[in-house]
């Protein structure tokens, strides 16, 4: 599942963006962005490197209660 | 993609060598599988809305497929035009992914940074938000099927576009094999330096495994395993009559001439697998061109109601995506998710098999990441050798 969970543009320089979420910080490129980034946006990030489109306050909210309950649940181990 | 694991979890690959060849795979799936179980209790609308929300990289495979469980759960038929901007709205979806591992990625396995991000930003601008020239309120997603009111300059415009881009970027393979030979040799561009470095490295076949590709699905038997399923085992590491099977746009294009060419001369290697990607991306643009003319004016449905069971089954980028509901009382009461990801990364499957059988002597870290991308997992991943 590709999920994307909103991260939150902490600073900025260039083109790359330090962004937060759920306490885990980490730099993104922001070169296929198609607006401007500002801090304090939230940003979809793909596969943990290049941000690729904003997300609205409302939606990263309600998206981020929603993952906090699911990641804190133990997964069931799917490994060898 | 290689990067560190965050919160979305990833796939965490450990090869063990004895010093002469690998003894061992291991592969650890950290992604949380559990989390289409919270959707219980909202309703199907809300439920698809924050499935679209969620997962923003395969937003139309996974907003479709929940859309469609929920309507075959409720025995509605959202008809010929819906399902032809559905399949455009996809096809367009799995072009751009292919696409974006092409650009991104392909060329770090070549040892370059990445330079035609100004190219994918473009065709990202046509292809990402592709269902605003078909759905002006932005509900492609609704079960039943959004309002559809095609704007076809618009929407010729963004195809036109993407082409545009693809080919800027040598990503438009030729679909026969002689012009196809040309094209690699010519060397311009990610995807054809990329078979080069395959060609000259005698990579080819790397990767090749006995693992059977899963080209068709039977929806009843794989309703039937996903209602068992109630440890959630089965969508963490399906298993089809027995045994891991490959999906992906290898099973998808096996039978297209130059892709059977390839496997024919190097099996069901890394050179296959990346083709068949190539070969798909060219063939979504040009049927997204046919699909638009079956595509005509019609309204909204009103919001579903009623209780039922239902899968949506569609070919995402990566492979099978199925979603699976069970509605009671006009709320969701089940929901699961079976992601392309989980087949191709199960630990018997086809990157374990690749890995094991291909034993490479030298250079075994660059074709681990070789087949990893080529079977392209939707989360990040590390590798560690020992």
Redesign the interface.
């Known amino acids: ?5 909103p991260s939150r543009v902490i600073s900025l320089e260039g083109d790359s963006a330090t962004v937060e ?2 306490g ?1 910080q ?1 730099t993104v ?1 922001t ?2 962005m ?1 607006e401007p980034v500002c801090l304090g946006d939230y940003l ?1 990030v ?5 941000a ?2 904003k ?1 609205s306050p409302e ?1 990263a909210a ?2 981020l209660a ?2 906090e ?3 804190r ?1 133990p ?2 181990p ?3 | ?1 290689s ?8 796939i ?1 690959i450990t090869v063990t060598s004895d010093g002469n060849r690998i003894v061992d795979i ?10 289409p179980s ?1 959707l219980a209790g909202l309703t199907p609308d809300a439920a698809v809305g ?1 499935i679209v ?6 937003r139309i495979a ?1 907003g479709l497929a929940g859309s469609m469980a929920v309507e075959q759960a409720l025995g509605i038929d959202p008809g010929p035009s819906q399902r032809a901007a559905r399949s455009l709205l996809l096809r367009g979806e799995i072009a751009l992914d292919h696409a ?1 591992s092409a650009l ?1 990625v392909w060329p770090v396995l070549l040892g370059k940074r990445p330079t035609a ?1 100004h190219i ?2 473009s065709l ?2 046509s292809l ?1 938000d592709l269902w605003i020239c078909l759905y002006p309120d932005g509900d492609w997603m609704r079960p039943g099927g959004g309002r559809l009111e095609p704007d076809n300059s618009a929407l010729m415009a963004r195809l036109d576009a993407a082409e545009a881009a693809i080919q800027e970027a040598h990503l438009a393979v030729p679909l026969d094999t002689a012009s196809w030979q040309n094209w690699v040799r010519a060397a311009t561009g990610p995807a054809a330096e990329l078979f080069n470095l395959l060609e000259q490295k005698g990579w080819e076949g790397y990767g090749a495994t006995d693992v059977k590709l899963l080209s068709a699905l039977d929806p009843t038997a794989l309703e039937r395993h996903l209602a068992a399923d109630t ?3 089965f969508v ?2 399906p298993e089809w009559e027995g045994e891991p099977r490959e999906t992906g746009p290898l099973a998808r294009q096996i039978n297209h001439p130059l892709v059977s060419a390839v496997v024919a001369q190097h099996g069901r290697g890394l050179a296959a697998r990346f083709l068949a990607q190539c070969v798909e991306t060219t063939r979504c643009l040009v049927e997204m061109r046919g699909l638009a003319h079956e595509i005509y004016e019609d309204r909204n449905s009103p919001a579903p109601k009623g209780d039922g069971v239902g899968l949506g089954l569609v070919e995402a980028s990566r492979g099978w995506l199925a979603h699976r509901v069970e509605i009671a009382d006009g709320l969701i009461r089940r929901y699961q ?1 079976l ?1 392309p ?2 087949w191709n990364f199960h ?2 499957g086809a990157l ?1 098999g690749g890995l094991i059988e291909g034993n490479p002597c030298q250079s075994p870290e660059r074709l681990a990441r070789l087949l990893v991308t080529a079977l392209d997992p ?3 991943y590390r590798i560690e050798m020992r």
Request: glycine share 8%; proline share 3%.
């Open positions: 599942m590709c999920m994307t969970i979420c759920f885990v980490r490129s070169l296929l198609g979809s793909m596969a943990g490197t290049y690729i489109e997300v939606v309600e998206s929603y993952l309950g699911a990641l649940e997964q069931a799917h490994s060898r | 993609m990067a560190g694991l965050t919160a979305e979890g990833g965490d291991a592969i650890a799936n950290s992604r949380p599988l559990g989390l919270r924050r929300s969620l997962f923003s990289v395969c996974q974006t991104l991000l994918l930003k990202r601008a990402a440890d959630a085992s963490a590491q998710i992601a990801t989980e630990p018997s374990a939707c989360v990040p």
